[in-house]
């Protein structure tokens, strides 16, 4: 059983490009979230997303950020016309469709994180 | 709001016992993590603890004391490969995990 996928591992943009990030999550698992990861700080939540539909964004930058996670194929994180500050690591964590309730109770699975730097 | 503390860096010898601290404050507490952090590497998880008392797994065990605010993370017998940051987090709202900055750890030879 593959984990979470991510690619590139290592993406370089000119300032002003576009970076699109891209997450395979683990077989069976239907939730999805993306998390940003500056040096020396810690993981931040961007994006929590289902099947066609994002659950809750209040961690994402309101322009130039978007997130989806279509009925076939990975999740996409996108960023538009990128600045330096956008340099970071992004990594997408995935986990099982819960029966339980409770996110307290579902440990996420990590992908190995794309690291974005913009010149 | 949710706010953790944990020490930058520790360093310790292989085969010693290292214990990484953890204080946090947070509405409504639901849990919380550890997780393991290669450099370059994807966080995998560590622990979870949701009642007071020490949960041992392995050479890894997790406190918690709720009514403290604090958590620690004991590893034991420690070998190279445990040289890695260390993550603490807990649940923020329904859907996300706040982490701590980490407690980069370095065991020497």
């Known amino acids: 059983n593959a984990g979470v996928m991510q690619n590139p591992r290592h993406l370089v943009r000119r300032r002003g490009q576009e970076a699109r990030l891209r997450c395979s999550p683990m077989?069976?698992?239907?939730?999805v979230y993306w998390y940003r990861q500056l040096p020396e700080e810690g993981l931040k939540f961007m994006v929590y997303?289902?099947?066609?539909?994002?659950?809750?964004e209040s961690g994402m930058p309101k322009e130039r950020f978007s997130a989806e996670f279509p009925k076939e194929g990975p999740s996409i994180l996108r960023i538009q016309q990128v600045v330096r500050g956008d340099s970071a690591a992004y990594f997408c964590a995935s986990s099982p469709t819960s029966g339980t309730g409770g996110f307290a109770n579902e440990k996420l699975f990590f992908g190995s994180g794309t690291q974005l730097s913009v010149l | 709001g949710q706010n953790i503390d944990q020490p930058t860096e520790m360093t310790a010898t292989e085969g010693a016992i290292v214990q990484i601290n953890c204080t946090y404050q947070t509405s409504g507490f639901n849990g919380l993590f550890w997780y393991q952090q290669h450099a370059g590497e994807a966080p995998t998880f560590l622990s979870y603890n949701v009642l007071d008392g020490l949960e041992e797994k392995g050479r890894f065990s997790s406190f918690l004391s709720r009514s403290k605010g604090y958590s620690y993370l004991l590893l034991k017998e420690l070998q190279m490969k445990d040289s890695a940051s260390y993550l603490c987090a807990v649940p923020a709202g329904a859907n996300n995990l706040f982490f701590g900055t980490g407690t980069r750890l370095t065991v020497i030879p």
């Open positions: 997303l289902q099947k066609e539909n994002i659950i809750d």
């Open positions: 077989k069976g698992h239907s939730h």
